[in-house]
């Protein structure tokens, strides 16, 4: 895979792709619609945020490429790449266990907090990784 050059685009599955962690200075896009609710994304090698209608969505320190984001009743995947380590912050259901799955290796479990981020680390490199998290019933 590699880098989003458009920072954010929905692709022809309808999930999104954005960030490109080889940007030298912060590149944003704004109002980015899909249907109907407005995504914001900024990019470079320090930092990938993208938010919707106002609230974070995702984060990566540093900056990360993420492929086909998806986000259902049940948790969320994607596929990211970048350069070594990355944190990555995700806001998802409040006070709700995840099983976190990264390149189909169970990695163990995560909760929310109380309002709604989960932590985790992934050792990113140009292949993409991917990465899911299920909702713990």
Known sequence: MAVVKEIIRVEENG?????????????????FEVEGRLYKA???????????????VYE???????HNFKVTDFGVSFEVEGEGSSQITLELEPE????????DITIGT???????KVNFSVQCT??????????VK
Not at 126 to 135: D, F, I, M
């Open 15 to 31: 999930t999104l792709s954005f960030g490109n962690y080889q940007l030298p200075e912060k590149t944003k896009v704004l109002d």
């Open 42 to 56: 900024k990019t470079f090698y320090e930092v990938t945020k993208l938010k919707r209608d106002g609230a974070l």
């Open 60 to 66: 990566s320190l540093p900056g990360t490429a993420v």
């Open 96 to 103: 709700t266990e995840y099983k976190l799955v990264v390149h």
């Open 110 to 116: 995560v909760k929310s907090t109380v309002s709604g």
């Open 126 to 135: 140009n292949e993409a990784q991917t990465v899911q998290l299920k909702r």
